[in-house]
């Protein structure tokens, strides 16, 4: 009973301490819907459309400059320069004006109608991997496109009827079924994973900041005594005002992420829900882990900011984990988010079964329980006034 | 008369030279700030170049559920073991078992080909076969498509080949008409399409930013904690005489990270291979304006934060923002132009852009033109504000 007189206690002198510095409010609320709407903006297109490439026609023959406008119909790719010689395309090139030079030689359509192999060359700038992917599929489907259509003409002309030759000339075709992100959409899997990343800054910040300012301002032992010297009343009416700050901040990024933007939700959004909560709490409890260790500020938040920033790459979301060397994949595992992503992955995109995801929710579990053993740690700086006062 | 101007002279010049000492000792004696303006970019720039150090997916397992089981259909199976990006790990018996093995991340793919798939090829007629591929993780589904319909692509020209063959056309006829038009494409400037060499130049250039900015604003911080801009800049009349703090502040951060910036564009990049395109002189006259400009627009951020931990609390977040802004890991096409425009607001969106066309691709400064004006731009607006904000901080502390 003491313990939940304790911790009301500390509950109230937090929620005043909240009341008084406004940084609790700009990191716990203002921050994170600022960084919720850049991404929300950031992503609203989703799609890249109408990325520039310059075409060097050397044969402008009918059927080149018909290949040329297909290219420029689609909607990833948009001829925007003809050029005269490849010495000017990649001049473009270096300008940033342009990401591709498709090359069509002369001779291309006297190649074509004398039943002549030909070629077309494209040279894809590598700067943006991203760019590059999209463009190069999309400059093989058009001239895969064209070639077909060659073909058709040249088989019909031999006496087959249009679906015979099409038949004849896809002997394989194949259906393709792009599983848990239809629309092959960034946002989609983007989102889902820059939003929570903001989500853990914050959690982490503000616990370093909420535990920090009581000893920049020496008022730890304040803090200490409203708990009547409970360290687990002192930490409890310290995270709680702030988790369900989180709490809720999660529920209006849920709200952006599968009802604004759209993101699918195949799984059980309970799991996804708890996995939430143990997931600001994994955060907030490395927080409480670094600032009784650290029992200084600004190097915890130093510390802190640099190690939560790190989460990102080693989710495998961009950069697959699959890729990365052992002793990195073993790395990957000091970061909550790993896991969390993991969970997200599986139970909103791909609606895998439960078990799947419980796992990966025992391993987040360890993040809560094993900062618990600071709690001495915490005890001692909240109350030895050596430890306070430092700037 | 000139004995006077000689007087202000030597007096900015002392004023400059004290703000420098005291700046140095407050970076060097500040755990925090030495970890966000010296480690950081140590740190970062190692763990990230070797995350991304294999550069390239390759070996990713698939799953084929193979109900021809006849020789076509595993020489097609085969295929898709030969090429480097993918691997049949798994012959699953039935798309059930296929889907488990999915669930498990045993698998990233299926290929699903038919009973009648032998049949259908020997008997000229169309066979159709299914893929489900994972699109959850971009990368992985862009190396198993491209892998598997390689493999679909090749089959099917080869067995069209072979049928007009056998109708009795010549060699060259048949391939003409089995594939009129071969394409050919190169990568430029990333011939692999490494991840590291795509993302590493942009990242160490907004980390340079990110760490000014917060680690100035420890300082400004720590200023205004201590009281210091009232001891240590002239109480001016004018807002040039500003100057000489700006400078002096600058001068310092501009010492550090020549030693950083070095070491992160120069044995950093030579260690993991990434493109250097660029000539030296280029590089360095591109790179001044880009320091400037994150150091006063730092300086100018610096004097609205009352406490040093506020810098960090406040600009954190925005790293990974920033790095979107700059157009160089999501392609440029898929952001509203606005939010684009408006990034420019920051050093970090022309100097991404700029750099890596100078060090990726080899540009002159000529072709970065547009890029180095905004940032010679910047510099100046943020210089301006960084006077004005000094002398807001001097004054309001005269009040108190």
């Not at chain 1, 700009?26 to 459309?49: C, D, N, R």
């Not at chain 1, 629309?183 to 914050?202: A, Q, V």
């Not at chain 1, 959004?269 to 600032?291: P, S």
Request: charged letters at 15%; proline letters at 4%.
């Amino acid at each position: 009973m003491s313990f939940l007189r304790n911790t009301y206690a500390v509950l109230r002198r937090e929620v005043n301490r909240m009341a008084r510095l406004p940084m609790y409010w700009i990191l716990t609320i203002v921050l994170p819907l600022v960084s919720f709407a850049f991404f929300a903006v950031m992503f609203y297109k989703g799609v890249p459309e109408h990325i520039p490439i310059a075409v060097l026609d050397e044969d402008q023959t009918e059927l080149s400059r018909q290949l040329v406008s297909m290219f420029g119909q689609t909607v990833t790719s948009d001829v925007r320069y003809e050029i005269q010689s490849m010495h000017e395309g990649e001049r473009m090139m270096r300008e940033g004006k342009i990401s591709a030079i498709v090359l069509i030689p002369s001779d291309f359509q006297k190649d074509i109608l004398s039943n002549t192999q030909t070629h077309v060359v494209s040279y894809v700038s590598g700067m943006n991997i991203s760019v590059n992917g999209m463009l190069s599929k999309d400059l093989l489907t058009t001239v895969t496109t064209f070639s077909s259509g060659v073909q058709i003409q040249v088989l019909m002309k031999q006496g087959l009827t249009e679906a015979q030759a099409y038949q004849q000339m896809m002997p394989v075709r194949f259906d393709r079924h792009v599983l848990f992100n239809p629309y092959i959409n960034y946002g989609y899997y983007l989102l889902p994973s820059f939003l929570p990343m903001m989500m853990l800054i914050f959690a982490l910040l503000s616990t370093i900041f909420a535990i920090g300012t009581e000893l920049k301002g020496s008022t730890a032992g304040e803090w200490f005594e409203t708990a009547g010297g409970s360290t687990w009343a002192m930490m409890v009416g310290k995270l709680l005002p702030i988790h369900l700050i989180l709490l809720v901040m999660m529920l209006v990024m849920d709200f952006v992420m599968y009802v604004l933007v759209g993101v699918p939700l195949n799984g059980s959004f309970w799991i996804l829900l708890l996995a939430g909560i143990e997931f600001i709490l994994a955060y907030q409890m490395i927080g409480v882990l670094i600032v009784s260790v650290l029992s200084n500020m600004r190097l915890s938040l130093s510390i802190g900011g640099g190690y939560s920033v790190l989460a990102f790459t080693f989710s495998g979301l961009t950069f697959p984990l699959m890729a990365m060397g052992t002793g990195l994949k073993v790395f990957s595992c000091i970061f909550p988010f790993t896991f969390y992503t993991k969970i997200f992955v599986d139970q909103a995109l791909r609606g895998a079964p439960i078990i799947y995801s419980i796992q990966d929710m025992g391993w987040m579990a360890l993040f809560v329980i094993l900062p618990l053993l600071c709690l001495p740690r915490l005890r001692k700086i909240a109350t030895d006034k050596t430890y306070w006062g430092r700037i | 008369m000139t004995r006077k101007i000689k007087a202000t002279i030597a007096l900015h010049w002392r004023e400059f030279v004290r703000v420098m000492r005291n700046e140095y000792k407050h970076i060097f004696t500040d755990g925090g700030v030495v970890l966000v303006m010296v480690g950081a970019i140590f740190i970062y720039s190692t763990i990230y170049s070797l995350a991304y150090g294999n550069e390239v997916l390759r070996n990713i397992p698939i799953g084929v559920v193979d109900m021809s089981q006849t020789q076509t259909s595993r020489s097609l199976a085969h295929l898709f073991d030969a090429g480097p990006n993918t691997y049949v790990a798994y012959n699953p018996t039935s798309m059930k078992e296929a889907e488990d093995l999915f669930f498990a991340r045993k698998i990233y793919g299926v290929v699903y080909i038919p009973d009648d798939y032998e049949e259908k090829i020997l008997g000229g007629m169309q066979a159709t076969v299914s893929l489900y591929l994972d699109a959850s993780y971009f990368l992985m589904y862009r190396q198993v498509f491209q892998e598997v319909v390689a493999g679909l692509m090749q089959t099917g020209t080869q067995v069209e080949f072979l049928r007009l063959v056998a109708k009795g056309a010549t060699i060259p006829a048949a391939q003409a008409v089995a594939n009129p038009v071969i394409y050919e494409t190169h990568n430029l400037f990333n011939p692999y399409l490494g991840y590291g060499t795509f993302i590493m130049p942009a990242i160490i250039i907004v980390i340079i930013q990110q760490t000014l900015l917060i680690g100035i604003g420890m300082i400004g911080g720590t200023w205004r904690e201590l009281g210091l801009y009232k001891s240590l800049a002239m109480p001016g009349r004018k807002r040039l005489s500003m100057l000489p703090v700006v400078l002096g502040k600058s001068v310092v951060y501009l010492s550090i990270y020549a030693f950083t910036v070095s070491y992160a564009l120069g044995f950093h990049y030579w260690m993991f291979g990434y493109p250097m395109n660029g000539s030296l002189g280029t590089i360095l006259l591109f790179l001044l304006p880009y320091m400037l400009a994150c150091i006063f627009l730092g300086i100018a951020l610096s004097t609205l934060f009352r406490y040093r931990e506020n810098s960090i609390l406040w600009l954190l977040w925005s790293s990974i923002p920033i790095l979107l802004l700059s157009g160089a890991s999501l392609p440029r096409e898929a952001i509203p132009g606005w939010l684009l425009d408006f990034g420019k607001i920051f050093p970090s969106s022309s100097g991404v852009e700029g750099f890596l066309r100078i060090q990726t691709m080899g540009a002159s400064l000529d072709d970065v033109l547009p890029e180095l004006k905004t940032l010679w731009a910047l510099a100046a607006i943020y210089l301006a504000l960084a006077c004005i904000g000094i002398r807001h901080v001097l004054r309001k502390q005269e009040v108190i």
